[in-house]
Structures are given as C-alpha cells and as structure tokens.
C-alpha cells in the first residue's frame, strides 16, 4: 500500500489549455519514497498509468483519464551539486530551475525562465527557446522502470534527443529525478536575457489559455506560425470553443470552454493547409492522452499519420 491516497481530480484544473476530464485515480506523491510506492503499486495492479508535469505540452480527453494518473508537481526539490551541477526532482517548475541556475551565475538555462513545464516534461520533451534546448544540460536522469520494476540511472547517450523528441516513453520510464550541468556565466548577462525572454513572450503569447506550440516546424525557413499567418488563420480560424491565436498562428487558444475535440480538429485543419499550400508535413508537437472517443482516435491517426 502507498501512503499517498489517491484524489478524483480534473484533468481541466492540471493543463495550461484548461481541458481535460475526470482523473480516474489521481495521485500527488509529496516525494520520491512516495512516488515510487504508487508506481511499484501501480505496476502491481497492471493498471494503465499516465505521467503528468505541468500539463503545458499535453491535450487531455475530455472524456478524462482512466487508470493511474501521476501528478508530479510536488517533486520539485532543488539541490546544488558541484559548481556547475544541479540536482532537481522532476516536477521542478521550469521558472524555478532557471533561477536555480542564475543564482549560481551559471549559463545554459536561461531559454527555460519562460516554458510553463516541469524538468520531467522538458526531458521528455527536449524542451528549448533561445537557441539552446535540454538536451544540452541534461548529464543524468533516474526514472523508475515501470517494466522492471527498477530504479535505472540513463546518461545522456541513453536519452536520444533530437528536436522535441527523446526516447523516453512515459508509459514505462517515469523521470524522478535529473542532474543538469550549466556553464559559468556572468549574472548580469544571464538576467538581462532571462527578463528580455520573458517581455518577448508577454507580447508574442496569447494570454488565453493553450498549450504552446501545437506543432513542429516544418522546417527553420518556414515555421508553422508563419505559415498559419500566411494562411490567414490567425484569429479567424475557430473550432467549437477554440481558435488560432491572433497573436501567434501556432498557438491555438481555448476561449470557450473548448474541448479536446475541438483542439484535434482545428490542428487538422492546419495541417491539412499547410500540406495543401506548400507541399509540407507538419507533425504535433503537442500529445493527446486519456480516453479517446473514436472521432478523437481518428483525428489523432491522421495528424501523426499513425495506423
Ligand atoms: C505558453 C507556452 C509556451 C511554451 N513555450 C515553449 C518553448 O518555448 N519551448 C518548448 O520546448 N516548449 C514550450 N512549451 C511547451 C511545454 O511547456 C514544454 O513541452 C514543457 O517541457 C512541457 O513540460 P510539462 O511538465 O508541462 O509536460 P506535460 O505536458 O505534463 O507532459 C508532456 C509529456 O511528458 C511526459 N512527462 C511529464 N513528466 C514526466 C516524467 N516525470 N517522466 C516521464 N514523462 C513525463 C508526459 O507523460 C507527456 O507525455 C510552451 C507551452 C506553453 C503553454
């Protein structure tokens, strides 16, 4: 038995998009010895688990999530280990390790002041801004091995980065916990880019809430905002309760009690015009999870382009 007793929450209240039905079994370990007694209980039990950080990259069904939900927004401790190593548990905020990093005058994460997710959610996703990316810092990562049982150290020749991508699979490997490795750096200049990032993102971010980036870009020259932009999407496109952002064409906002639905397929929209005008795939970057009606299903098969 865990010490931590499960919660019936909304997945609403748990995404930056604010959508998301019931969480079956909910859990919010307080620490890592609570952590790992749900997942080795879970593991027992053979139910479905989900991973959840932030929720600033993930578009929950509003039919909800069944099974085991682990929330992991109270593992965010910070410790300092060397001169330029620190320690976080995985559901530091990633506002919280950038300042984490300023405070030691260290260089390499300021691109994270401004990315609502968690350390996990960033490995997991090889989260990046301002030219620098995860994968960059990330020196160690412990994750409980949902197969095995087993708490495994991965370096970073295990975690196959590339572009918003590691080979991490949420559905077996849970990050506990990871050390990141940041370069000596001047104060002064590491607050002046930390503060000019936050101002670009006050004027270029919807206020609404969304998700980020719904998709990839198709490539540097053409990014999927502009894309949209050129398309005449920003603002004008809309599905049930949410639309393109006016403010930036890869955004999609949720203005009116918007569902899961309504997200996938105003993204299908998108992806289909920017196939159809210039020849070009874009994939998600955003992931759906929970319980998928069959529309849902087949919207999701057609924007990965999975069987
Ligand atoms: C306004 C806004 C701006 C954004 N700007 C950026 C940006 O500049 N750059 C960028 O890269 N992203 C950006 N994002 C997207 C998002 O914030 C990042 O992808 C972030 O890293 C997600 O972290 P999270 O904790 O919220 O992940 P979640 O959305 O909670 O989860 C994402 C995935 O990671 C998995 N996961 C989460 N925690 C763990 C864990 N401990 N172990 C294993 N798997 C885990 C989940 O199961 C899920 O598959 C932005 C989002 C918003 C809303």
Known sequence: MSACTPQALMGANFTTYRIGGPLEEAYQPAGEAEMIAVLQE?????????????????????????????????????????????????????????????KQSLTGGEYMIGIPGTIGGAIRMNAGALGQETAEVVRSVNLFNLQT???????????????????????????????????????????????????????????????????KNPSKEMPAGRLMEELGAKGVWREGGVMVSPLHGNFIVNVDNGTSTDVLKLMLRMKRAIHEHYGLDAHPENLFLGDATEEEIALWRELTGSQ
Do not use: C
């Not at 932030?54 to 999530?65: E, K």
């Open 149 to 215: 049982g087993e708490v495994e150290t991965w370096l970073p020749e295990q975690l196959g980065f590339s572009y918003r991508k590691s080979s991490i699979d949420p559905q077996r490997h849970i990050i506990l916990s990871a050390e990141l490795e940041f370069q000596p750096g001047d104060a002064a200049k590491i607050s002046e880019m930390m503060e000019q990032s936050v101002a670009f993102r006050k004027t270029h971010h919807p206020k609404e809430p969304n998700g980020g980036s719904v998709f």
């Open 42 to 102: 879970t593991r027992r039990s053979g139910k479905k688990l989900t991973v959840l950080g932030w929720g600033g990259n993930s578009i929950i069904a509003s039919r909800g999530i069944s099974g085991v939900t682990v929330i992991t927004r109270k593992l965010d401790w910070v410790e300092p280990k060397f001169l330029t190593r620190i320690a976080f548990g995985a559901g530091v905020h990633l506002a919280k390790s950038a300042s984490a990093a300023l």
